[in-house]
C-alpha cells in the first residue's frame, strides 16, 4: 500500500508493501485467510509474521502466522509510539537491529542479483535509520547500521560515512561462512575490522544473524532450537579469539546479541585450555601469543535478556563485558516489566554491577555521550 520505505525516493519504486489476504506462513486466496501485509522487494515477496512483532496483540498468536501492521502494537513500527513504550518500560536507550525484510544484517541485500540496487536500499535504510529513526529521539534509539555484505571496501566506506555522523555500531554476521561469504580467517575482512576500530565501531552480531540456527535433527520439537539458539555466538566467538584478529586490531570490539552469556566462561575456559595444551598441533600461540580470554575482557560483549546462570558467574564472565537488553518486540521480551524484573535479577549485586549491567557497559561499548 505504500512504496515511501525508508525515507529515500531513490528505492521507492523498488520497496513497496501491499496488503493481501494470507494463510500460514504465505500469501493465499482461500475462503477466511487473514489479511495480512507483504513487502514487495525486487523479485522478493515477504511475508510479515506474528514472531516479529509479538507483544501486545499478537503475543499469543502462532510465530509464522501473517500479520498486518494493524495487528501490530503500533511500538513495532511507528517511532513516537515506540519511544513512549520505552519511557513506560524505563528504557533510557537501545540500538534497534533489522529483522523484518532487511534482516539482521541486511542479507536481503546481498541477496538480490541487482547489486546497485542492493546498495542503494543499504544506503537508503542507513539514512532513515540515523536521521529518521534515530535523530529525532535525541539519542534514545541509538543507530545500528547495515553495510554492503558482498564488497568489503564499500561496506568500509559506508562505515566511515556512517561514524562521520556519529554512528558507532554496525551489523555484521555472526558466521559469515553460511552465507557464502568469506570467513573471518581469510584476511578478506580486514579492511572492515581496520575501519571499525579505527572508527570505534562495535561489530553487532545477533543470533540468526547467519540465516541459519541449530539444531539437533530435522523432526527436533522447536524448543530445541530455542534452547540451543547460542551456539552459532560460541562457534564465532571461538573464531574471533583464536583467528587472531582480536590480536591484529587491538581497538576492534564486537558484540553478541541475544546469545545470552551463561555459556561463555566454559568457553573462555575451554579456549585457554586447548591453546595451551593443544599448541603442539594447533599451532595457536603463532597466532595469539596471549591465552584466548585475555582478548575478551573490555572488548567483546555479551548481551542478554535472561540468564541468572551467567549474571551469577561475573567473576569470569566479565562484569564489563556484559549488557542487559529488553527484546523489545520479539518473543523473549521482559517488556511492560522490565524495570521490575531488572531490579529482581540484581537484586543480589552491589550498585556498581547493577549500573555497568543496565547502563554503563552499553555506554562504553557505544561510544555514548551520557555525561
Known amino acids: 500500500m505504500s512504496a515511501d520505505v525508508f525515507g529515500a525516493s531513490s528505492v521507492k519504486v523498488a520497496v513497496e508493501v501491499v496488503r493481501t489476504p494470507g494463510s500460514g506462513?504465505?500469501?493465499?486466496?482461500a475462503p477466511g485467510a487473514r489479511w495480512c501485509d507483504l513487502w514487495l522487494y525486487d523479485d522478493l515477496e515477504w511475508v510479515f509474521p506474528a514472531a516479529m512483532a509479538a507483544v501486545g496483540p499478537l503475543r499469543e498468536v502462532e510465530a509464522s502466522t501473517p500479520v498486518a501492521y494493524d495487528d501490530m502494537l503500533p511500538g513495532c513500527y511507528d517511532q513516537a509510539a515506540r519511544l513512549a513504550d520505552m519511557d513506560a518500560n524505563h528504557v533510557d536507550a537501545a540500538i534497534c537491529f533489522p529483522n523484518t525484510l532487511t534482516r539482521f544484517c541486511g542479507q536481503t541485500f546481498y541477496e538480490t542479483p541487482d547489486k546497485d540496487l542492493g546498495l542503494a536500499c543499504v544506503k537508503a535504510y542507513n539514512d532513515w535509520m540515523v536521521e529518521e529513526w534515530c535523530d529525532p529521539s535525541i539519542g534514545i534509539n541509538i543507530p545500528l547500521c547495515i553495510i554492503p555484505l558482498w564488497d568489503v571496501e564499500l561496506a568500509g566506506k559506508e562505515i566511515q560515512r556512517n561514524a562521520a555522523r556519529g554512528v558507532r555500531a554496525v551489523c555484521f554476521s555472526e558466521l559469515p561462512t553460511r552465507l557464502d561469504l568469506p570467513s573471518i580467517h581469510t584476511g578478506y575482512w580486514d579492511p572492515m575490522f581496520a575501519t571499525c576500530a579505527e572508527t570505534g565501531t562495535t561489530v553487532c552480531m545477533h543470533v540468526g544473524s547467519s540465516s541459519t540456527d541449530p539444531f539437533s535433527s530435522e523432526d527436533a520439537p522447536k524448543g530445541v532450537g530455542g534452547m540451543v539458539g547460542f551456539n552459532n555466538s560460541m562457534a564465532s566467538l571461538g573464531d574471533y579469539l583464536f583467528s587472531g584478529k582480536m590480536a591484529q586490531f587491538p581497538k576492534l570490539k564486537?558484540?553478541?546479541?541475544?546469545?545470552?552469556?551463561?555459556?561463555?566462561?566454559?568457553?573462555?575456559?575451554?579456549?585457554?585450555?586447548?591453546?595451551?595444551?593443544?599448541?603442539?598441533?594447533?599451532?595457536?600461540?603463532?597466532?595469539?601469543p596471549e591465552p584466548p580470554s585475555s582478548y575478551y575482557y573490555g572488548r567483546i560483549y555479551g548481551c542478554f535478556t535472561a540468564d541468572h546462570h551467567g549474571l551469577h558467574s561475573l567473576a569470569e564472565v566479565g562484569p564489563n563485558n556484559i549488557c542487559f537488553e529488553v527484546d523489545y518486540p520479539h518473543t523473549d521480551t521482559t517488556w511492560p516489566n522490565s524495570k521490575a524484573y531488572a531490579e529482581k535479577m540484581l537484586a543480589d549485586f552491589d550498585e556498581k554491577v547493577a549500573y555497568d549491567v543496565l547502563r554503563g557497559n552499553a555506554i562504553r561499548m557505544l561510544e555514548l555521550d551520557r555525561s
Open 25 to 29: 506462513s504465505s500469501v493465499a486466496d
Open 254 to 288: 564486537i558484540a553478541y546479541s541475544e546469545g545470552q552469556i551463561g555459556w561463555i566462561p566454559y568457553a573462555l575456559e575451554r579456549a585457554d585450555t586447548v591453546w595451551d595444551k593443544h599448541d603442539a598441533w594447533q599451532k595457536s600461540k603463532a597466532r595469539i
